[in-house]
């Protein structure tokens, strides 16, 4: 039987709701933990066969709790196969229980020796398989067990990690100290949210599933912690637009920003906004930008705004209000700011706006907050690590603090909207760290609202748009990309019939 599913499922678990899931199939649909472990070692031996078809020397490292002992099966069958496999474990067989003692027995069954760990034996392997820790771990990994994943790491040799590379927080993606860079990691029964963000995406590599063939009764009374969003899930929410339509149905996006200095970021803003679909986009700005602006792109109508008299009409047209790229800490940043605030719009803060934000904190249901992990940590007066310890906290943090929707962005890119429904982004690449990436998102944020997106839905379908765009504009490399190479992009992904 082939347990290995192939499209990931959007719903993402903490380890304390798997392991109900697990007791609920044990428990409840009566299958026995020793058939659930024959399952999973089955899946990881026919994901490992079907990536590295030509593997013949295969290298297992073994710890004492069941992940190894999915590792005992996977040895198994490859050694069954006529595979030339080694399995080093890490500390005394007696050590072995349960599940985990039976599957080691039966490969010792068939004549095989597990032998004991050490550092030269890992050398020349076609394939290493990573079933040193599951997914329990909640403390840094030390002692001989960090050694040995330091000593895994040092190996030129691809990694196979089962359920979870060794070391990895499975519920936040925080490297506990250390963990193993796999290439390949299986994942089973549910997907762990921690595999999808922060470190947890440079760590797992490509990422498979297997429900083991579990009956699926057994998710039915357990809420997912959060789900994995990317643009297919969301195209559903596009909707031709009538033959009839003119510019007036499509919103009207306010960008205030562009302080002196900081025009650009103001007006990829804009840009982006209209190249998401909006109808009509208006730019407050600093008096000497506009004109500029307006040449370079005629298409944003560009004002020089100096007070929060000049600003009020600009608000009463516009649908939505995007402030803070290029905004700056100036009293004119200030002024603006407030004036927005009093406003009854939807608003997409970003950038300064948000650091301005964190020094008079307020709650609001009206806006989407996209604070990196820098303005996040202002935010919530704290350091950056701690936002990065937990993202799928902060992001929770963030919006009980401060309401609406929750864009935390970073690798994994993090959404929490008025419900407190957590997704997470698994789009999106290293090129997009680069300059004026959050004006863009900003810009495409905005437009989404201003075309009657919800606010949770415009976050959500904004942020997949913004790191799908990304993907695709990094094809000719990663090194090198700008903000403005999303601008075609973003153009044809919003219209997903002609793609």
Same mark, same amino acid.
Not at 51 to 65: D, E, F, L, Q
Not at 74 to 93: F, P, S
Not at 180 to 197: C, E, H, N, P, R
């Given at each position: ?53 030509? *593997? ?200 205030? %920003? ?89 608003? +997409? ?55 609406? +929707? ?39 944020? *905005? %437009? ?14 904004? +942020? ?36």
């Amino acid at each position: 039987m082939k347990y290995v599913s192939s499209e990931l499922p959007d719903k993402l678990y903490r380890t304390d709701q798997v392991r109900k899931l697990d007791q609920i199939a044990i428990k409840d649909c009566k299958i026995p933990g020793t058939e659930l472990m024959e399952r999973a070692g089955t899946a990881a031996y026919q994901v490992m066969r079907s990536t590295w078809p030509y *593997a013949k020397k295969i290298t297992v490292v073994c710890g004492n709790g069941n992940n190894g002992g999915d590792g005992y099966v996977l040895a198994k069958l490859a050694h069954e196969a006529g595979c030339n496999v080694r399995l080093l474990h890490i500390d005394t067989l007696e050590r072995l229980q349960g599940e985990a003692r039976r599957a080691a027995d039966a490969l010792i069954a068939t004549g095989f020796k597990p032998e004991t760990y050490t550092k030269d034996k890992l050398d020349n392997a076609d394939v290493l398989v990573d079933a040193l820790l599951g997914t329990g771990l909640d403390r840094e990994v030390s002692g001989k067990l960090k050694a040995v994943i330091n000593d895994i790491n040092a190996q030129d040799t691809p990694v196979l990690s089962i359920d979870i590379p060794s070391g990895l927080n499975a519920d936040t993606g925080q490297v506990m100290g250390v963990a193993v860079k796999a290439d390949l990691t299986i994942s089973f029964i549910g997907l762990k949210q921690g595999l999808f963000t922060g470190q947890g995406r440079e760590y797992a590599g490509e990422i498979v599933f297997s429900n083991l063939e579990v009956p699926e009764k057994i998710y039915k009374d357990i809420t997912p912690a959060s789900r994995r969003i990317d643009l297919t899930l969301l195209y559903s929410l596009f909707s031709a637009r009538p033959r009839s339509a003119h510019k007036g149905h499509f919103g009207h996006v306010l960008i205030v %920003g562009g302080d002196s200095g900081y025009t650009g970021a103001a007006r990829m803003a804009g840009e982006a906004a209209a190249r998401t679909g909006a109808g009509l986009v208006s730019l407050a700005t600093r008096a000497e930008h506009a004109a500029i602006i307006s040449m370079v792109r005629p298409e944003i109508m560009a004002h020089g705004v100096e007070s929060s008299g000049q600003l009020l009409p600009l608000l009463e047209r516009a649908n939505v209000v995007a402030i803070g790229p290029g905004l700056g800490k100036s009293q004119w940043a200030v002024t603006l700011l407030a004036m927005v605030l009093e406003s009854d719009l939807p608003i +997409v803060v970003d950038a300064d706006a948000l650091n301005l934000l964190a020094q008079e904190p307020t709650y609001n249901e009206r806006w989407i907050l996209t604070p990196h992990p820098g303005e996040a940590a202002r935010l919530l007066d704290c350091d950056t690590a701690a936002i990065q310890a937990d993202r799928f906290n902060t992001a929770l943090k963030l919006q009980r603090r401060y309401g609406g +929707v929750i864009v935390l962005k970073g690798s994994g890119t993090v959404i929490v909207d008025q419900n407190g429904d957590v997704s997470v982004c698994s789009a999106g690449n290293p090129g997009m760290a680069s300059g004026g990436m959050g004006d863009v998102l900003t810009g495409i944020i *905005a %437009g989404l609202v201003a075309q009657g997106f919800g606010l949770g839905d415009a976050a959500r379908v904004g +942020v997949c748009l913004h790191a799908t765009a990304g993907d695709e504009a990094a094809r000719e490399g990663e090194r090198g990309l700008m903000a403005g190479d999303l601008m075609p992009v973003i153009r044809r992904l919003v219209n997903p019939a002609s793609s």
